[in-house]
């Protein structure tokens, strides 16, 4: 029943926030400001995100940009195949509400408040436990076909998934185990009392992408369904960590050459990767209930 309703209303609540952040983004001249711990830093000054940091307001443009022409006409479509009763589509609903939740979340504790708020719990709390009712109505035979399918790249996806887990808790526990040994605060912090990104990745996102990489290489059916929300927030990425590049460049921030390159081309291998086991994953599933068509895609791995 939860899943007749709220992916719709996931969907109309993700577009107008992402479509307001778009609508007001900062235009005018950026704020100086001194923070609490005596750093001077830039504010953007007007806009829904005027009380962000100029580097956090236009990587918040970026994903409103994401959100509003990738995030929400895949959620829709993946509804609207969940629907009809496939397969295929429930999953990839999970993917999609998955990648809501996440960036919904990023949003409801780390953007400065702004009249959205109220709009931000709300889309929390509806792409969450749309979520979990997403995860609950995936059939456990559909995800066992997949996992005795010897066609689906087990290994590969296992490894990807455990490599992504290491990685992003190596890029993230970096700064804040150097922060700590020098008593500082994070790089980037500025204004901001925590850095909930790094909180959301470190406490959910390493430890679901290690735990599926370990499910899958056991060809457990759990880690299929845990690998599916990471794997379209993955290849979500690319476009965002893109688009957000260049917006903060035109809004006057410098970076040098390998800090453009890098980080760009590093999440377009990730993001390539990421999308080709996500179409093989997808392809594995059964594109009917559990049955006949189940029983004959099971075949014994090599």
């Not at 994903?63 to 496939?86: E, F, I, K, M, Q």
């Not at 005795?148 to 970096?174: E, N």
């Amino acid at each position: 029943m939860a899943l007749r309703r709220l992916p719709g209303l996931v969907a109309v609540l993700g577009a107008a926030v992402a479509a307001t952040g778009l609508f007001r983004r900062p235009t005018g001249e950026p704020q100086q400001v001194v923070t609490p711990r005596g750093q001077s830093v830039q504010l953007a000054g007007d806009g829904l995100y005027r009380f962000d940091t100029v580097f956090t307001a236009a990587g918040n443009t970026g994903v409103d940009a994401v959100v509003l022409t990738l995030g929400v006409p895949l959620l829709l479509a993946s509804w609207l195949h969940h629907l009809r009763g496939s397969p295929r589509g429930n999953l990839l609903l999970t993917g999609a509400l998955g990648y809501m939740a996440y960036v919904s979340a990023n949003q409801a504790l780390g953007v400065a408040y702004n009249p959205l708020y109220l709009a931000y719990v709300a889309l929390l709390s509806a792409s969450l436990f749309g979520f979990v009712a997403a995860l609950a109505a995936t059939d456990r035979a559909i995800l066992q076909a997949v996992a005795d399918d010897a066609g689906m790249p087990h290994r590969p996806l296992s490894r990807f998934l455990i490599t992504s887990a290491a990685v992003t808790a190596l890029v993230w526990l970096q700064p804040l185990v150097s922060a700590l040994l020098q008593g500082t605060a994070p790089t980037l912090l500025d204004v901001y009392t925590t850095p909930v990104t790094y909180s959301l990745d470190l406490a959910i996102i390493v430890p679901a992408a290690g735990l599926a990489g370990l499910l899958v290489r056991r060809r457990d059916p759990l880690g299929y369904l845990i690998a599916a929300p990471l794997l379209v927030t993955i290849v979500m990425l690319l476009p965002t960590i893109t688009l957000s590049t260049l917006l903060q460049a035109q809004a006057g921030i410098t970076f040098t050459a390998a800090e453009v390159i890098g980080p760009i081309a590093g999440f377009t291998v990730l993001g390539g990767i990421g999308a080709w086991l996500l179409v093989r994953l997808l392809r594995a599933v059964p594109n009917a209930p559990a049955g006949q068509e189940v029983a004959d895609r099971v075949r014994t791995p090599v």
